[in-house]
């Protein structure tokens, strides 16, 4: 039996502000027939959707944590951390 591969498409979102706009980009790429990864960048409050990366990962792989990030009110420094 020949198996089709489908693409995966990684969507990378602040879920605190924009959980419902990703959520409705990751429904319109599967219902296209590819699978979907959302991932959470958002540092600012709790998330409106679950992701399948956390931003709590994502930060640790940054060399951060969230609550290293909020204390130091560095933009600079969160977008560099949560987007490196």
Partial sequence: M???LRPTV???A???TKGVEALYLK???ER???NTILMDTGILSEPAVKSDISREYVARMGG???EELKASGDNGR???T???
Wanted: negative net charge.
């Fill in 64 to 66: 951060a944590t969230i």
């Fill in 78 to 80: 969160y977008i560099q």
């Fill in 27 to 29: 429904e319109c790429i």
């Fill in 82 to 84: 949560m987007t490196n």
């Fill in 14 to 16: 602040t879920l605190d």
């Fill in 32 to 34: 296209e027939g590819c």
């Fill in 10 to 12: 990684l969507v990378v």
């Fill in 2 to 4: 020949h198996q089709t």
